[in-house]
């Protein structure tokens, strides 16, 4: 079974850009959440969809950040136009409805903004 | 979810087991207590979790405090592929909300 797929691996970028981030989580899994951790702090929780409905967007940092999932399937996370705090580790993780609902996170997209 | 306190980095000798703790006082009756680790470069792992009974599995064993109060995960042949920093995270039992990391243990297995 695939696990969870991201895409890019790595993007650069100049401050002021578009950039798209692309998961593909495990499939038949509802649950898609994202996830970032900038340089020296904590992975932050930013959003929560449950099939094509966020759930919870309260890690959002601000309205620079748009993510989607059409179709329940995968999802983006555009980040327009981007700055240079934006730079780090962006993951995604999904999970099935369960006793535990455990999280299976994908590798990762660093994101560098210059 | 209940706070939960780790120590910031521990090292372990190739081999031997590693003994992880976290204390998470303030947990409630229907949390759960999970491990997760975070190998470099890679997205965080999830490793075992459990309620109040010691558990174990493929990777680890989780030992929980009989007042709940804190856990000691272990690792029982330390290998240097286990060199990450593993997080101890408390969350309610059939949550589907999203995991709150701390800072974990950076655990390094020397040769």
């Known amino acids: 079974e695939a696990g969870v797929t991201q895409f890019p691996s790595h993007s650069v970028i100049e401050k002021g850009q578009t950039v798209t981030l692309r998961c593909d989580p495990i499939s038949g899994h509802d649950n898609l959440y994202w996830y970032r951790r900038v340089m020296g702090k904590e992975i932050k929780f930013l959003l929560h969809f449950v099939k094509e409905s966020k759930q919870d967007e309260s890690g959002m940092p601000n309205n620079r950040f748009l993510a989607e999932r059409t179709g329940g399937t995968y999802s983006t996370l555009k980040v327009q136009p981007a700055e240079l705090e934006d730079s780090g580790v962006y993951f995604c993780?999904?999970?099935?409805?369960?006793?535990?609902?455990?999280?299976?996170f994908g590798p990762g997209t660093r994101l560098t903004v210059t | 979810d209940a706070k939960t306190t780790q120590p910031t980095s521990m090292d372990c000798a190739e081999g031997r087991a590693a003994n992880l703790p976290c204390n998470h006082s303030?947990?409630?009756?229907?949390?759960?207590v999970y491990w997760y680790r975070q190998i470099h470069s890679q997205g965080p792992q999830y490793i075992i979790h459990?309620?109040?009974n010691n558990e174990t599995n493929e990777m680890a064993s989780l030992i929980i405090t009989e007042d709940r109060k804190s856990s000691t995960l272990i690792l029982p042949h330390a290998t240097l592929r286990d060199t990450a920093v593993y997080y101890c995270i408390v969350r309610v039992y059939r949550s589907a909300r999203q995991l709150t990391f701390g800072s974990g243990t950076q655990l390094t297995v020397l040769p």
């Open positions: 993780a999904s999970s099935q409805w369960g006793d535990h609902n455990e999280q299976y």
């Open positions: 303030t947990i409630s009756g229907n949390e759960y």
């Open positions: 459990g309620l109040k």
